[in-house]
């Protein structure tokens, strides 16, 4: 949701920081512009509506020498994505440029005022109030750094801003509640929404916290406090591989990401399942004795996982539920100091879910991140961070995440239910249909988590989704139901299908079909069944429900389950896998009929319209 870049150093800064705006496009898309300050004084300013192809074709053929500058991509909040609403914005002179990721809540009464004072406006966005501020500062003879500082006072909201001005070297930046992270290159340092911007010129970083202020000047940084402190934050080094954020032979991320997930998988279970049990570093056994429930906040598919995260656990008879973040930030459950809440977030980032953790917070629970990205907001602002160890994502649609969540989660699971004994809820019932029986047996999840990734690359593989992607392309509507597991991974298929392709689909809890949605079901309906080997043959009623009223129906389930094949229309299988753990490789196969089908549409499928990959504002 809006990407900065910044950079300082040797060198000129162009090339870079349009290397930093491509790879920060799935944050927004609606337009991207630089800012350059020209190593004879001025600032340069060139943006363009639209993506990152846009700006470089603006500025193809022209120098802009200078080895200080920042840039933007825009995911509209206030404004229509126009040349005029790009940023940067700048001042009436042109001498402050100024990049933002986040909302100014105050921005209307401070516009007022700046207007009243002379200052004209050239966008509806919220952010052109900084220019003018910092301006104003300026003109009352503070310096840039005392100008910065004097107008960020004046803020309210989310900010991360970055700024330059003319004839002065550096880059000032700052943040509160909007991601910035530093990054630590050799001729030059980088400030970015996120690592994956600067990845190709540096994996040193420095994560920085709410009201930090950096100065880069040079190939030098210097952070201080919001009274000017110098402060002290440990520089890291990131795991991630500047090539695991390029799209490389493939058309998409989407497509690189689902085909990486078995790789991603094992990245996540290594070393984390010894035998008999789940080995969490940050949990050793006892860690979690004194948790009586555990709450689960998230949104979007990382909210499909936290749904699936709280069956597994409730099949382990630990007390579990999963809320929508936005929802729980502003009417949460009660929560005591025995309730885990676990905030479940790919980016670590997502507004509401940061939200739901302050509030988490507040009421003193116990507070745990799950997360793919070491060191942000959300894996700080918890009592303690799980990292799925997934890599960069970088399609906005989620995929391989969502894998590296549930099986994270099934670990984490594990381990709650070990250390608070949580009995079996479901005893032994048996599914019936499908080659599983319904027991929740600690030891089947743990050895079929280690071949997880080996049934993945098999469906990852398998050509079916795509030829029925081509099949049913006509279709008005396309359904997706499941029942336990499978629930969640209708929701989460369904979310997928609707996101990329803009067609209409719908996810149901299966047994729910009968109570309202069966009145939507047509022959132009494509029902898409999910089966994990618990409980199929009740889908499986539903299923003869849908196709009475002629819809064609395509199950995703276990290979074996011949009952589940011959009542179908069509059928997507999957190895043998436990069922508990059945919906994940289920869940790839719905991604890849959401990729073929969007495909087929010519949607854009690494950058959905109206979308973008980090939601930081609520
Ligand atoms: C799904 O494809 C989307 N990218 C979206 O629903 C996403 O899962 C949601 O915005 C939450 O993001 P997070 O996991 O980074 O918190």
Redesign the pocket.
């Known amino acids: 949701m809006c990407g900065i870049i910044a950079r300082a150093g040797i060198g000129d800064a162009l090339e870079e920081l349009v290397v930093g705006l491509q790879n920060l496009e799935y944050r927004g898309y609606d337009s991207a512009g630089v800012a350059v300050r020209r190593a004879d004084g001025p600032i340069t300013v060139c943006k363009r509506e639209g993506e990152t192809d846009a700006l470089e074709a603006a500025l193809s053929g022209r120098a802009l020498p200078g080895g200080t500058g920042i840039g933007h991509t825009r995911w509209s909040t206030h404004g229509a994505p126009s040349d005029a609403n790009a940023h940067p914005h700048t001042d009436d002179s042109g001498r402050v440029a100024v990049v933002h990721n986040g909302i100014i809540r105050n921005h209307e009464s401070l516009r007022r005022e700046l207007r009243e004072a002379g200052h004209r406006f050239r966008s509806e966005t919220d952010t052109e109030v900084v220019p003018h501020l910092v301006a104003a500062a300026l003109d009352d003879g503070a310096d840039p750094e005392s100008a910065f500082r004097a107008a960020v006072a004046r803020l309210e909201g989310s900010y991360a801003l970055a700024m330059i001005v003319d004839e002065d070297d550096a880059v000032y930046a700052t943040r509160r509640g909007s991601p910035l992270v530093l990054g630590l290159g050799t001729d030059a340092n980088y400030l970015a929404s996120d690592v994956p911007a600067f990845l190709e010129f540096t994996d040193r970083v420095v994560y920085l916290e709410d009201d930090d202020v950096v100065v880069l000047e040079g190939n030098t940084y210097r952070i201080t406090d919001v009274d000017g402190t110098p402060v002290d934050r440990p520089i890291e080094t990131v795991e991630w591989d500047a090539s695991d954020a390029r799209k490389g032979v493939y058309n998409h991320f989407m497509r690189k990401e689902i085909d990486e997930q078995p790789v991603s998988l094992r990245q996540t279970l290594e070393g984390r399942i010894d035998g008999d049990r789940s080995e969490l570093t940050a949990f050793p056994p006892g860690s979690l004795s004194d948790v009586d429930d555990v709450v689960f906040v998230?949104?979007?598919?990382?909210y499909h996982a936290a749904m699936y995260g709280s069956t597994l656990l409730r099949r382990r008879g630990v007390p579990a539920t999963a809320l929508r973040a936005n929802e729980f930030a502003h009417d949460p459950m009660p929560v005591s100091e025995r309730t885990l809440v676990i905030a479940v977030?790919?980016?670590g980032e997502?507004a509401d879910?940061l939200a739901s953790l302050r509030v988490a917070n507040d009421l003193s629970a116990r507070t745990l991140a799950v997360t793919n990205v070491v060191g942000s907001s959300a894996a700080r602002g918890a009592d303690e961070a799980l990292f799925i160890r997934a890599g960069p994502e970088i399609g906005?649609?989620?995929t391989k995440t969502f894998s590296s969540q549930v099986a994270a989660l099934a670990l984490l699971a594990d381990r709650i239910a070990a250390d608070g004994g949580g009995a079996d809820a479901y005893g032994d019932e048996t599914a019936g249909v499908g080659d599983h029986g319904g027991a929740y047996d600690p030891d089947s999840v743990r050895s079929d988590l280690e071949s997880l990734p080996t049934a993945v690359e098999t469906v990852v593989n398998d050509a079916g989704a795509a030829r029925l992607a081509t099949q049913f392309a006509d279709a008005e509507s396309y359904f997706f139901i499941g029942r336990g597991v499978g629930y969640p991974v209708a929701l989460e298929g369904a979310?997928?299908f609707k996101?990329i392709t803009y067609e209409h689909a719908e996810g149901f809890a299966a047994g729910e079909l009968k109570h309202g949605p069966l009145a939507l079901v047509t022959p132009a309906t494509v029902v898409i069944a999910v089966f994990t080997g618990r409980n199929d043959e009740l889908t499986l009623h539903n299923v003869r429900e849908a196709q009475s009223r002629g819809a064609p129906v395509v199950g995703v389930g276990p290979a074996s389950a011949t009952t589940l094949r011959e009542t179908v229309d069509e059928y997507l299988p999957f190895p043998r896998t436990d069922p508990n753990l059945a919906g994940i490789p289920a869940n790839v196969h719905l991604q890849l009929l959401a990729y073929h089908a969007a495909e087929i549409r010519d949607r854009a499928i690494d950058k959905p319209r109206n979308l973008a990959?980090?939601?930081t504002v609520e």
């Open positions: 998230a949104c979007g598919t990382s977030t790919q980016s997502t879910t906005v649609a989620a979310l997928k996101e990959k980090s939601v």
